[in-house]
């Protein structure tokens, strides 16, 4: 047995990141390496109209469950709408990307990297973002869906 304690941590301590300036997705990490996870989650938030730079994952399926929203989800030559409750999967290797088709309500999702290869770190150092309130909130009322 380990003796390491159990990790919490609270929503509303944690930063949301834009990887990138002008960015239209922020990512806030929910466990990941730092963690003594091999995998990474996230709660991934979409402004309206956002969608992520065409992206790929050599070594990682990337796991999406949609808590709120529409969304657009292109990966290689295919193209699927998904809405709250839909889990889309997205086999390593996979181009992919999302795109929020809401003009108006922001998409969340929860995220995660199978094999994280990186990806904690390559969002951490991105430019930090407080949480809003609502934003934190998605991600509880979001397990609630019936």
């Not at 806030?28 to 402004?47: K, M, T, Y």
């Amino acid at each position: 047995m380990s003796g390491d304690a159990p990790i919490v941590r609270k929503i509303t301590d944690l930063p949301a990141y834009l990887i990138s300036t002008g960015d239209t997705v922020r990512l806030c990490e929910l466990a990941g390496p730092d963690q003594g996870s091999s995998a990474s989650v996230f709660l991934e938030i979409w402004e309206p109209g956002g969608a992520q730079p065409l992206n790929s994952h050599a070594d990682s399926a990337e796991i999406f469950l949609v808590l709120s929203g529409q969304a657009t989800a292109l990966s290689d030559d295919a193209s699927v709408d998904l809405t709250a409750g839909d889990v889309l999967v997205l086999q390593p290797g996979s181009e992919h990307r999302i795109i929020n088709r809401s003009e108006t309500e922001k998409l969340y999702t929860v995220t995660v990297m199978a094999d994280d290869g990186g990806f904690a770190r390559l969002v951490t150092r991105g430019t930090p973002t407080p949480l809003a309130s609502d934003e934190a909130g998605a991600l509880v009322s979001g397990l609630a869906i019936a």
